[in-house]
């Protein structure tokens, strides 16, 4: 069985490449010969490199600096089957991520957008756009958040309780924090029981398949990513239904929604009304982008602070002050997550110097020009981020970990952590929260060491250590 399962995929594999070949023969854009850069082999182009840079320490950088060196700000490749156009560089982010005049959208690969559903907020543009955004922004605002704050800093106060002394894989415990957070928060799902652990294995496995290969064959991770799709889905359906008949009513982001559908139902504002298949899409897609970020930003912060002592004690005399100034007993409060200068800065550092979405993506909707190249409408277009925030002049010393280049404001559209424009993160209010919160009762109670030393990352869109840095941790 296992036999003829294998012969299958290597036929549809061989067919694949050979449309692959057939296309890029062929239907090569012709106007993007005038760009500098190579397609490189046929079939694969430059795929096989770009894996490979994808997985070291460096990340892709050594694969931009390489060609950049080459090629200039702007170069051609061929990578996981798309013609693409790599650019970087401070007006390259401004034109691309402001989207003036509608000049680009996002371009999801093909598996992320059978995944998350063609009504996501990140498959939307123009009004739609703007209206889902307006929608979902709500109870991300600050005023929003701190009806969750107390939640937030008891799951990130329980999750810790459990370090003491263990041998803890930070990765794992920073997600299984950034999952139950944003659980609850979108659906009331509580910390603990059945449903949390169906909730988190299927959100795994959908995770995981969004940049897999588009075949959906038993076993494969695309596969698997839509069955768990289709199962979270099964789930959400259930919550929704004793929402609506009022078995089950909750304080929370999906009541909030279904509350204004209900009231658009009756003619009052139609611009609230949602289907359930966009009530669905948009959750699943506020998982995505509650989540993955956030798990690595915690991750390599902590991998940072522990490379980076002097940082580490800056830090801790920060929230060891603001403990102190407590009356005994007393809880880190929401006033005091916002005073807290110098973790902010270490936050900007950590995504400054990891990069933890070192490319945006984009589709050209229109022709433009950068840099004397004329991009034409259709193309795929790729922002190189990591390059922009490992320029030297900009950030002298790149490679240093040094919080300090943001005492005073950067120049524009150089530090992209959290992107920039239209599109920029929609939850950058939850992450710094949650950051903040759990950061500050890790460093007032623990010390902790890595028990080796490995500096790879994992193969996936988000950059994350392979290893999830395993750490030993001890009382302070």
Request: glycine share 6%.
């Amino acid at each position: 069985m296992e036999l003829s399962i294998l012969l299958v995929l290597v036929l549809i594999s061989m067919l694949v490449f050979s449309a692959f070949f057939w296309l890029q023969s062929r239907i090569s854009p012709k106007e993007m010969e005038v760009i500098p850069g190579s397609l490189g082999w046929p079939v694969v182009g430059e795929s096989f490199s770009f894996l490979s840079a994808f997985s070291s320490a460096a990340g892709i950088f050594s694969f931009m600096k390489n060609r950049q060196q080459r090629y200039g700000k702007v170069f051609k490749t061929f990578v996981l089957g798309r013609f693409t156009v790599f650019m970087t560089g401070r007006e390259a982010s401004k034109i691309l991520l402001t989207g003036k005049d509608g000049m680009v959208s996002l371009n999801l690969f093909y598996t992320g957008k059978q995944v998350l559903g063609p009504t996501s907020l990140l498959q939307t543009t123009g009004e739609a756009h703007k209206r889902l955004r307006r929608l979902i922004g709500e109870p991300l605002s600050v005023d929003g958040l701190k009806t969750y704050f107390h939640f937030i800093n008891t799951v990130a106060m329980e999750t810790l309780d459990q370090w003491s002394g263990r041998t803890v894989l930070v990765l794992e415990e920073a997600s299984t924090f950034t999952l139950k957070v944003i659980g609850n928060m979108i659906m009331s799902l509580e910390p603990a029981g059945e449903e949390q652990e169906k909730f988190r294995s299927n959100f795994k496995i959908i995770s995981s398949s969004f940049a897999s290969l588009p075949f959906k064959i038993p076993g494969t991770a695309y596969h698997n990513g839509i069955k768990a799709r289709d199962r979270m889905y099964d789930m959400l359906d259930s919550i929704i239904a004793g929402r609506r008949s009022g078995k089950s009513i909750q304080q929370d982001f999906l009541e909030s929604l279904i509350m204004k559908h209900s009231k658009a139902e009756g003619g009052e504002d139609q611009e609230n009304k949602l289907t359930d298949k966009q009530l669905k899409d948009n959750i699943l897609t506020l998982l995505v982008a509650g989540h993955d970020t956030t798990t690595a930003a915690l991750t390599w912060l902590t991998k940072f602070l522990e490379e980076n002592p002097a940082v580490l004690e800056k830090l801790r005399e920060e929230h060891i002050n603001i403990q102190s100034k407590r009356t005994d007993g007393a809880s880190l409060t929401w006033s005091e997550v916002n005073n807290m200068p110098y973790t902010n800065k270490v936050i900007n550092e950590t995504l400054r110097r990891a990069t933890i979405l070192p490319w945006f993506s984009r589709k050209a909707a229109q022709d433009f020009e950068i840099d004397g190249y004329k991009i034409k409408k259709g193309w795929s277009i790729n922002l190189d981020v990591v390059s922009i925030h490992h320029d030297p002049e900009v950030f002298p010393d790149p490679e240093k970990f040094d919080p300090s280049r943001f005492d005073a404001p950067v120049k524009s559209f150089s530090f992209l952590g959290f992107g920039s424009g239209p599109r920029m993160c929609p939850g950058i209010n939850l992450a710094r929260l949650e950051i903040c919160v759990f950061i500050h009762h890790l460093v007032i109670r623990y010390k902790w060491k890595p028990l080796e030393k490995d500096d790879s990352v994992q193969p996936t869109l988000v950059r994350m250590p392979r290893n999830k840095y395993p750490v030993i941790v001890e009382p302070l």
